[in-house]
């Protein structure tokens, strides 16, 4: 069983603060996360696959 990743390895992975992972979640924006009791998990493959649907032809 794959280990899901907490709100520290996303931001870790994408380069972002914690904070702004949250702010994005408030704005339905960012990769899909589940809450498991009061704590926020992620898939790696759904991070990565997001990170990969972005629009790379911005600047």
Do not use: C, H
Request: hydrophobic letters at 40%; charged letters at 30%.
């Amino acid at each position: 069983m794959e280990r899901l990743w907490t709100v520290e390895d996303v931001a870790e992975y994408l380069g972002v603060p914690i904070n702004t992972l949250y702010d994005w979640r408030t704005r339905q924006y960012g990769p899909p996360g589940k809450r498991v009791g009061k704590y926020l998990r992620y898939r790696a493959a759904d991070v990565i696959a997001w990170f990969d649907s972005l629009d790379t032809d911005a600047a």
